[in-house]
């Protein structure tokens, strides 16, 4: 840490704590607002903080979990190969290499150095994922050999140094992406949002002085530490275990990979062990690990644990809550690739893990989890070639839902766990890209999982392309259908279809790379919905109708997994709905078969 022990009066430590946060919270809203392409300037897919000498986040504005969790790491490798071993007034560094801390490739960050009376005392840094850095494929890339193929990679690269920008290396970005002009537009934008970062810092700085202004800072950084151990401490010491699958590694489709979690809590401290979960793959479906795999296990914890809806006082948002868990996970396995491994496509796998460590915890901490979410993400690259013989490349991210909760059903249609970004306006898509959106809305043909709070309902959202193009697409949960929790019945999987303009469909895998579409051709997307948390007996029945009126729930499948009956006239006939549920509760306290055989022999 800065070398600071001075002790904060709690009113100027609050005041402190303000004004940081409010920083970072700054420093997001003018990258986002500057930014050109739409996964910056409408999606949000960025994050943007403080940090120290250490690498300590101070603060961290409230972008997407795994930009922010991940940005610490990128200055550890920021420091390992930065260019000319030193930092000075006026540098701005881009980096973005996987073995060197970075989340992904196309999530660039920029570090500029906080200067204060001639001495380095910060940093100020943010990231945002780039449309197209110059990789194999437009966009999104999967099915890859190695890291080299993953396009631009930057490792401690000062794009200025002393205030001087290096042509060279700006020229270098312009002939290496397929959107030039929007790469280094949202690049300015990432300059200039880090800019003001250090300006803010220094401002506090020359308002409180330093000895204050990091006295403050790890106050605040232990406070949090003590609060996430506080919340730890509450569960239980053991091992707690969790296994799933992922459907393949986007070219071997024959192959399922396992995702094995023991979650080990001794005390006020948590360790995520990895071991046993796949080996790392010949594609880029690997998961760079201090990138990306241990700010998952951050995300978890902290959505489980110190959500602001179950605390009295919001924790300020800092390295605290990172410093009590421990993550492990095999060098040369998906969650630790071995250079040059590629990791490009990540994120389904770490949605994944969060997914299982909420389902090993859920029987010690019933209340602080949910049952089975969507816990994937469907990341789609549109790109075509333009009149003029430019690119034309589109990032959408879709989204989810959760499973029910202890009180409540699983939010629909949203990005849920790690995912954080918002959606793009289908205007703004038909104001810019050759495309129409054909259809955006809860799906209707899979029911959520039944519960007394039942899952949340996965989107359906049709793109059809105007010219001829490409698509690949990153996604998962095809074949693990979402957990129900606690007599909860599982979700549903989801399911990608292709269309042509000749009216030919057909299903195809979670993952596919640089699917060649004519126009008129284009992908509907089918999101996995929620698994269902409680016994669906317990569910009201007169809320099971307002389901049925919603077309949330179809009469049959309110019979089936509710127990109610709803008339043709979309009544609920509250007798026979009696009738059936006791019958239902009945059944279900008879002996399974070969016990009652078992028991007839015994008494002859």
Known sequence: MNPSNTKVDPITLQVISGALHTIAEEMGHVLYRMSFSSIIRESQDIGAGLFDLQFNTLTESEGSPLHIGSIPAYLRGISACLQGGTWNEGDVVIHNHPYYGSSHSPDLCIVVPVFWRGELVAFAANTAHHVDIGAATPGLIIDIPDVFAEGMLFAGIKLYEGGKRNEGLWQYIGHNSRTAKQTKDDIDAQIASALLGAQRMQELLDTYGKETVFGAANQLMDYTESMMRS???????????????????????????????????????????????????????????????????????????????????????????????????????????????????????????????????????????????????????????????????????????????????????????????????????????????????????????????????????????????????????????????????????????????????????????????????????????????????????????????????????????????VTEALELDESATLARRTLIRLERRQPPLAEQDAAVVETV
């Open 231 to 565: 919340r730890i401490a509450e569960i239980p010491d053991g091992e707690y275990f969790a296994e799933g699958y992922l459907d393949d590694d986007g070219a071997n489709r024959d192959k399922r990979l396992p995702i094995k979690v023991c979650v080990r809590v001794t005390g006020d401290s948590v360790e995520v062990d990895l071991t046993g979960s796949a080996d790392q793959v010949p594609t880029g479906f690997n998961v760079p690990f201090e990138g990306s795999t241990k700010p998952a296990c951050y995300c978890a914890f902290r959505a489980m644990l110190t959500d602001s809806a179950l605390m009295e006082v919001k924790l300020p948002p800092n390295e605290g809550s990172f410093r009590p868990i421990k993550v492990t996970a095999p060098k040369g396995s998906i969650f630790n690739p071995i250079y040059p491994a590629a990791a490009e496509a990540r994120f389904t796998q770490c949605n994944r893990m969060i997914d299982l460590i909420i389902k090993a915890l859920s029987p010690v901490i019933p209340q602080r989890v949910t049952a089975g979410n969507s816990a994937t993400l469907s990341f789609a690259a549109y790109s075509g070639i333009k009149p003029d013989g430019d690119y034309w490349v589109f990032l959408e991210v879709n989204e989810g839902a959760y499973g029910g909760r202890p009180h409540s059903d699983g939010p629909d249609s949203i990005d849920n766990l790690m995912a954080n970004t918002r959606n793009n306006p289908i205007e703004d898509l038909g104001m810019h890209l050759p495309m129409v959106c054909d259809r955006y809305e809860l799906r209707d043909d899979v029911m959520p999982g039944a519960g007394q709070f039942r899952g949340g309902i996965g989107v359906v959202k049709t793109q059809r392309l105007l010219t001829d193009g490409a698509i690949t697409h990153e996604s998962e949960r095809h074949l693990d259908v979402p957990w129900g929790a606690f007599g909860g019945a599982g979700g549903a999987a989801g399911r990608v279809e292709i269309f042509h303009a000749n009216g030919t469909t057909y299903d195809t895998y979670a993952k596919f790379s640089n699917l060649r579409v004519e126009a008129g051709g284009g992908m509907s997307y089918y999101a996995p919905c929620g698994g269902g948390y409680g016994d669906p007996l317990d569910r009201p029945a007169r809320q099971v109708l307002d389901d049925v009126l919603d077309d949330f729930c179809t009469r049959e499948h309110a019979f089936d997994a509710y127990g109610v009956v």
